[in-house]
Every structure is written in structure tokens, then in C-alpha cells.
């Protein structure tokens, strides 16, 4: 697990206001998306298409890989500007399968600078496979690399060390084939809470914050965030609680640590929750306080601190490419379920990206489906909620 590696064949370059820009408005012109399909990025005024392919899913076979490699490319040429993956996702095929995808969409044309490409990391990869000994695994691939202890390892799976983490942006950018990550999350860091506490978990953040603000630094990576599966979504005195608010106090504090800059600027740019038809708290609950004298949602609060909100869990593990909440049925009645539960996410107001795995072709279908619609206006969205009360 060596950490350094040759740069020389990485494909440089990273997301940028002016080629998103240009991309939506092609893909708008074409047909390909509907004005409303692209969302802003922060102060970098960077156009991200509201719907982007996850590849979590699938075996870990060459067949997926080809699958996963085509869904990336015809995403990319075809409006959908925003690629999820992660270095634990098919034991670390779905690193190289996207970056296959990444460059036949080069070569035919969309540029690099057009694409947002993410990553994650905090579970490990297990690359080739679940060993047949997780202990003399462990203790060879980690511990005698220096990456971790099985102190750090929470749920026998996740590892919350600042050389693991690079580790992974290092796998990531490596297998990918690109010098830059345009983001990198922690995948689920509040797996140790119920293990160590919350408040040696943020301890343990903060130093894994300061990773990734040395990546940004180094423009390895441009933005980092975190996933919860929880976190977000519970009550603020649930024990797995996380504040979006507190996150940032973290980043701030590893910007300053990491540049000895006590104005230095956090890269903390982007968090990721799950959101759908079923799982609504990212808009109904009120639980984060913004430290700017108002408790909002976490998509609200995100939107007043300045942090990109992205939904996981579009479909709700798959059940909502067959069925829908009556009230969105009704609303969306001459759409499929899958493309319901695409359009209901993306017309969210203050949901920037929704993300939907797919390792099958049919699944990119419905997305390219539903980026030619519009997204809904604000109040036909809101009356969903008060006809469901």
C-alpha cells in the first residue's frame, strides 16, 4: 500500500465554473436537460446536474465493470455532469470502472473540466475480495503499513485514521486515472460513535479533516465532506446526531492547524444524507442550529452555511423503482415509479444533487428520462407535503 504513485499518466484538470457552464447550456440546447435540470455550486458558480450516477451497487465481475464503465460514459455525454464513487464500492472495482468511463467521455469529447468526480473513503477496500483471514489481513495490509490499529476500527469495517484516509484519496486518484478529485467524503464517520463517543469520533475527525485539507492544499482533492446515514436526519439529542454546523467548526479549525493561518479558508464544501419520498427529514426536521440565530432543516441550514447539500438513498434501496407514496403517484402519474422518485428529489428545494446507484443500463434510461423535465416549481412541490398531512 505504498503511498506514493506515478502522476505522470493522470489525467489533470478538475470541475470548473466556466466548463460546467458551457456543458449545461449545450445539453439545454440539445434537449438533452431542461432548463432548472442544473444546480449551482456554491460561490464557484458551477453548474451540477440535479440527478448523478452512483455506482455502489453490483458484483464485483468483470461484466459489472464494463456496465458501470458504459452507464459513466453515456451519462457524461448525455447532461448528467456529476459521478459518485467510493474506494470501498466493489472492493475498489468501481474506482477503475469509472475511470474507464471518464476517459472514452473525454475522448469523445466532454471535457475533463465539465465533470464532477467524487469519491469516498473511511470503510475499507478489501481490494481482490473479503479475505479468507480478516486478522492477518489486517494486521499486514494495515497495521504493518502503518495506516491504522484495530483500536481505530469501528463495526469491523470502518477506519477513521488520517493514513488511511489519504490512502484512500491516493487509491482513488490512482485508479480513477485523475490528478484531482473535484470532492472526497468520509463515508459514515458516525459508525464509531456508538464504539468511542461522539466527542472522540469529531476528535478523530478533526485530524482526518486536516488530511483532506492538506489534499485540497495540494489539489488532490477540491472539496471534502461527509455521508451520514443517520446522523443528519435524527433528533439533535439522538446519540448518533450531526451537526453541519459543528462540522465546519471542525474544518475551520484543521484549515488553520494545516496552514498556520488563523483566516485560512476550509474546503468543507459538501455533505450527503439520505433523502426520498420515505425518508424526508433533511426537509421536515428542524434540528441544526446554523450558529447564525435560526435552527433550519439540514438542506436549509446547509444552503445558509454555504455547504452543498447531495441526497443518497434515491430510491429508497430499490423499493421506490417499483412503488411510490401515494401523493407523489398522483403528482407524477404518467412517470415510471423510478423516474417519480428522481423527479420528487430533484425538484426538493435546496437539494442539489440526488444521487441514484445503477449498474444496469435500463436504470440510466430513466435519469436521461426525467434530466428532459423540468423540475417542479416550488409550490406544486410544497402542496405535496400539506396533501400527505
Not at 39 to 59: I, K, P
Not at 75 to 102: M, W
Not at 237 to 247: E, K, L, N, V, Y
Amino acid at each position: 500500500m505504498s503511498q506514493s504513485m506515478n502522476t505522470a499518466s493522470l489525467i489533470p484538470g478538475y470541475a470548473n465554473a466556466k466548463a460546467t457552464r458551457a456543458y449545461a447550456e449545450a445539453h439545454i440546447a440539445s434537449g438533452d436537460a431542461a432548463p432548472g435540470h442544473y444546480s449551482e455550486f456554491l460561490r464557484a458558480r458551477m453548474q451540477l446536474s440535479s440527478l448523478g450516477v452512483g455506482t455502489f451497487g453490483g458484483e464485483a465481475s468483470p461484466q459489472v465493470d464494463a456496465a458501470i464503465s458504459a452507464i459513466v460514459t453515456k451519462a457524461l455525454t448525455r447532461g448528467i455532469n456529476v459521478i459518485d464513487t467510493g474506494a470501498h464500492y466493489r472492493y475498489g472495482r468501481s474506482l477503475a470502472a469509472v475511470g474507464a468511463g471518464v476517459r472514452a467521455a473525454i475522448e469523445a469529447g466532454v471535457p475533463r473540466e465539465a465533470m464532477f468526480l467524487m469519491s469516498k473513503g473511511g470503510f475499507l477496500t478489501l481490494r481482490g475480495g473479503p479475505p479468507a483471514d480478516m486478522n492477518a489481513w489486517f494486521e499486514s495490509e494495515i497495521v504493518a503499513q502503518g495506516l491504522g490499529t484495530k483500536d481505530d476500527l469501528a463495526k469491523g469495517a470502518h477506519l477513521l485514521t488520517p493514513e488511511y484516509i489519504n490512502y484512500q484519496i491516493e487509491l482513488s486518484r490512482s485508479l480513477m486515472g485523475v490528478e484531482t478529485l473535484d470532492a472526497f467524503l468520509v463515508d459514515q464517520p458516525e459508525v464509531h460513535i456508538p464504539v468511542i463517543g461522539k466527542e472522540a469520533t469529531n476528535r478523530k475527525l478533526a485530524r482526518v479533516f486536516q488530511v483532506l485539507e492538506r489534499a485540497a492544499n495540494e489539489k488532490r482533492i477540491r472539496a471534502y465532506g461527509i455521508t451520514t446515514f443517520e446522523g443528519f436526519r435524527v433528533e439533535t439529542d439522538a446519540r448518533m446526531f450531526q451537526s453541519i454546523t459543528s462540522m465546519i467548526g471542525l474544518a475551520e479549525g484543521a484549515a488553520r492547524e494545516v496552514t498556520g493561518d488563523d483566516h485560512a479558508r476550509h474546503h468543507f464544501k459538501i455533505v450527503m444524507m439520505p433523502f426520498n419520498q420515505v425518508m424526508l427529514e433533511g426537509f421536515t426536521r428542524f434540528n441544526t442550529a446554523t450558529g447564525q440565530g435560526n435552527v433550519g432543516s439540514p438542506i436549509q441550514a446547509a444552503h445558509q452555511l454555504e455547504v452543498y447539500m447531495m441526497a443518497s438513498h434515491t430510491m429508497f434501496k430499490g423499493h421506490l423503482g417499483s412503488q411510490s407514496v401515494d401523493v407523489v403517484a398522483e403528482r407524477f402519474a404518467d412517470l415510471k415509479p423510478a423516474q417519480r422518485a428522481m423527479q420528487f428529489n430533484r425538484s426538493t428545494p435546496g437539494l442539489g444533487t440526488s444521487l441514484v446507484g445503477m449498474s444496469t443500463p435500463e436504470h440510466l434510461d430513466d435519469m436521461l428520462a426525467v434530466a428532459k423535465l423540468p423540475p417542479l416549481e416550488r409550490k406544486d412541490y410544497l402542496s405535496m407535503y400539506k396533501k400527505a398531512e
